[in-house]
């Protein structure tokens, strides 16, 4: 599991959803400390006994009593969790030592982006060659600019360790190869400063796509199994 944002009752009623057991859960990576990422890995990996794997810069910023469970990871090392590699990398975001993630079974990889203020090379090299990719696409600038949130949250969303607008997001579909992709979910969309119907066309005309060939994580509903196949 990738982070749990979610309180581990909630996270636990999502998973059965999914039908999951989350005793049957390897371990739960941690991308950053921001609370909606990890506000029920301390619940979680206590009642079920998970390691915690994160960088050692988000692991400080953890409850204490999470340390005991904590799998510290270099941010530029892949490592292995059960048959999974795991290909850490590291973003702009405004934490202690934010990493997103590339995951592989030796034939198809399936790439994680979000909480990113601005596309780095090392991000577009990483992602280059996804199977499948979840990614960020946060906010429309318009919204975010004409919207309700205070002028210092707005400067902070929008700066280069924020997070990713529509048109970052979509740009970086167009510079990235995207010729394996079977998959793509947008996701961490901003209820307030971001709609599908806005996100959606842009990341489709990046893609050269059809609308509908675009998911979207709601942040209530979440998103059903996707398979990802070999060719
Ligand atoms: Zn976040
Ligand atoms: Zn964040």
Avoid at 170 to 191: F, G, N, V, Y
Wanted: hydrophobic share 40%; aromatic share 6%; net charge negative.
């Amino acid at each position: 599991m990738i982070d749990c944002g979610f309180s581990a009752r909630e996270a636990v009623k999502r998973l059965q959803l999914l039908n999951i057991d989350p005793a049957s859960l390897s371990a739960i990576l941690i991308t950053h400390e921001h609370a909606d990422h990890m506000a029920g890995v301390r619940v979680m990996a206590r009642k079920f006994n998970l390691p915690v794997y994160t960088t050692p810069g988000t692991a400080g910023c953890l409850p204490e009593d999470v340390a005991p469970y904590i799998h510290a990871f270099n941010c530029h090392e892949k490592f292995v969790i059960d048959d999974i590699e795991v290909e850490p990398f590291p973003v702009p975001h405004d934490a202690r030592e934010p990493s997103q993630f590339v995951f592989s079974d030796g034939a198809l990889r399936v790439g994680l982006l979000t909480d990113v203020g601005s596309i780095t090379p090392l991000i577009e090299n990483t992602l280059s060659a996804c199977d499948a990719l979840l990614l960020e696409a946060n906010h429309d600038l318009t919204m975010l600019e004409q919207g309700e949130y205070p002028e210092h949250l707005k400067r902070r969303v929008g700066g280069r360790l924020g997070h990713l607008n529509n048109v970052q997001s979509a740009s970086l579909l167009e510079k990235i190869d995207t010729s394996r992709l079977q998959h793509i979910m947008a996701m961490h969309i901003s209820e307030k400063n971001n709609c599908p119907s806005i996100a959606v066309p842009l990341l489709a005309e990046a893609l050269g796509c059809e609308h509908d060939w675009i998911g979207v994580a709601d942040q209530e509903a979440g998103f059903d199994w996707r398979e990802v196949n070999n060719r």
